[in-house]
């Protein structure tokens, strides 16, 4: 009997279709893996570099972060003890010469605002009208509230190199000590790396995207992410990354041409030749499953939007005709009953959704008559309210189609429970202005306020206060007790100040409060005098005989005498020096300047 040779060549056809199929992927995948090994072995080369070249930076600014550590244990240790502003000055004068030294004289040297005084280890002469306190380099040591840190380099327009300053607060939470650096050292680094072929750009950028040294000295200052010098070769260059510090980063951006030129020859042409034959044999499978796939994927992505909400319904503005698409158990009473006139149940829908003190404004938002209007130049519009449970909701309105003339035909009307993100967000925003220990704001956030307050021209009265001889319970009873003593504090201002006042803890044992409205001596007094009562009636039982007390120095914002230029700062020393003066005297004490 004959075998039809159509039945067997079909058979061949789909058997030899199937064996260069697979060998097809076969050998992609064998050349595809060989491929990235060996782009990942040349990667791995370079961002080994890229990490041996930031290690050397970290390893070059190591030494003035170490400077500033010592000398700040050193001057810590002068404030402690009163040592004259003469002694500090030969202590940095000494310690700039042999740090000048070390570092290959790329340094200006150490200087320092001590006991108020601006002291240069360099001897350099600052000029009259010079106020140390205002300087970056100064006002970055206060925010980093102790720690060592690092100021925004600056470009040097003499040198064309950047510096920076490396600061530090010291104890008394006023003086601090600095070092200027030039980034001489780090520029060479950049250049040095820049004569491998490969490398087409070698920079050190802060986390603006400041460019602090490039292995091209023009690009020096400039701003990475606006300079298209750097930005426009993604197709043909690799970039390489580094974190130097928290601030700054590394990047080597090389020239693919070069870095993969021993692999192209190679692997090109075979690829190119295998993604032929890949095509020609899925073409036909692709076009075949892409409606299948498309709608599958369309009916996904619908149910994942619709699942966002608890309710939903299509609304005709032509003839008010609701069209349910979804609901939930707690909405299925919106939809009861007549199902053509969206309109005259807008009022009914609000009265059921919202709570009382929302209805009025979800009845204007669900107004029908001014929808088309307000969704002008919009593809929607919505309103969030507090529901018939309490619970936050969004509603929206969604343009659908329009008609022939243009305007709306159907929108969609949605219902979204926002309530867990909204209280989400406020416990983050309470615990962002919180102070952790005390429960009370913290003082980044008081700081804000007190200058929001003064910005918006508010009078009131500022205390800064601390607790006498604090450091001796943290030594004699410990700081649990000491945690205690903070905590007492805290809650006699809570118990004495007003909801509107400002009042926090700026660190340890020292606490400020802004009184808005408070602009004179005899209601001052009376406040403090209230917060004193509050301060005797502290019973920790750790304390035995001792009591607590409390030296306070008050100012009034604004002061008369300054023609408009009082702020935060002079509002602060003015309240400092009266906190000086108030440590003078046993016991709970407050002294005004004016």
Not at 8 to 28: E, G
Not at 400 to 405: A, H, I, L, M, T
Not at 499 to 513: C, K, N, P, Q, S
Not at 580 to 587: D, H, P, V
Request: proline letters at 2%; aromatic letters at 10%; a negative charge.
């Amino acid at each position: 009997m004959l075998r039809n040779p159509l039945k067997l060549n079909r058979k061949f056809a789909l058997v030899s279709f199937a064996v260069i199929v697979i060998s097809v992927f076969l050998i992609v995948g064998v050349f595809r893996s060989l491929y990235k090994i060996s782009k990942e072995n040349i990667l791995q080369k370079w961002q080994n570099i890229t990490m041996q070249a930031a290690s050397q930076v970290n390893f070059y600014l190591k030494m003035p972060l170490d400077a500033i550590k010592f000398s700040a244990t050193t001057l810590n240790d002068m404030l402690e003890r009163g040592a004259a502003a003469e002694e500090a000055l030969q202590y940095l004068v000494n310690e700039t010469k042999t740090y000048t030294a070390i570092i290959d004289e790329n340094s200006t040297g150490i200087y320092s605002y001590y006991n108020r005084q601006y002291l240069d280890g360099s001897r350099w002469i600052p000029p009259e009208d010079y106020n140390p306190r205002i300087r970056p380099w100064y006002t970055s040591a206060l925010f980093g509230l102790g720690k060592t840190v690092i100021s925004k380099p600056f470009l040097n327009l003499q040198t064309n190199t950047m510096m920076m300053s490396v600061s530090q607060l010291l104890k008394d939470n006023e003086s601090v000590v600095s070092m200027d650096i030039f980034l001489d050292r780090v520029q060479s680094m950049m250049e040095k790396l820049a004569e491998q072929p490969e490398i087409f750009v070698a920079s050190v950028i802060n986390k603006e995207s400041f460019v602090l040294a490039d292995s091209s000295r023009e690009n020096v200052g400039k701003n990475m992410m606006k300079s298209k010098s750097q930005n426009d070769f993604i197709d043909t260059h690799t970039t390489l990354s580094e974190k130097i510090n928290d601030d700054w980063v590394l990047l080597l951006v090389l020239d693919n041409q070069l870095l993969y030129n021993s692999l192209e020859h190679i692997y090109i042409i075979t690829v190119v030749i295998l993604l032929l034959v890949i095509v020609l044999v899925l073409i036909a499978f692709l076009y075949m499953n892409h409606k299948y796939e498309e709608a599958k994927a369309l009916g996904n992505e619908v149910n994942a939007v619709a699942n966002i909400y608890v309710a939903a319904a299509k609304i005709s503005l032509k003839t008010g005709s609701i069209e349910l698409i979804r609901t939930t158990r707690d909405f299925d009473a919106l939809f009861e009953g007549d199902f053509t006139n969206f309109q005259a149940r807008s009022t009914h829908f609000a009265n059921l959704i919202a709570s009382e003190q929302s209805r009025d404004i979800l009845r204007r938002f669900m107004d029908m008559d001014t929808l088309e209007e307000r969704l002008q130049g919009t593809s929607s519009i919505s309103q969030e309210i507090f529901d018939f449970k309490g619970q936050w909701l969004r509603i929206r309105f969604i343009t659908v189609d329009f008609s022939s003339d243009n305007s709306i035909h159907h929108v969609l009307w949605v219902l979204e429970s926002i309530d867990e993100d909204r209280k989400q967000q406020e416990k983050l925003r309470k615990l962002s202005e919180t102070d952790l220990m005390t429960g009370i704001t913290n003082r980044g956030t008081g700081e804000l306020r007190i200058r929001q307050a003064i910005f918006e021209g508010k009078k009131g009265m500022f205390c800064l206060m601390d607790a006498d001889k604090f450091k001796s319970i943290n030594d004699t009873l410990g700081h649990k007790v000491g945690d205690e003593v903070i905590c007492a504090i805290a809650e006699c201002m809570k118990n004495t100040f007003r909801d509107d006042d400002i009042y926090f803890r700026l660190g340890g044992d020292e606490y400020a409060v802004f009184s808005p409205g408070v602009t004179s001596k005899e209601v001052g007094k009376r406040i403090m005098e209230r917060f004193f009562d509050q301060i005797n009636k502290i019973n920790i039982p750790a304390l035995g005989e001792r009591k607590i007390s409390m030296s306070t120095g008050i100012s009034f914002f604004p002061k008369t005498n300054l023609e408009g230029r009082d702020g935060f700062e002079t509002l602060y020393m003015r309240a400092d020096e009266g906190l000086y003066k108030s440590k003078k005297t046993e016991g709970n004490v407050f002294t005004f300047v004016m």
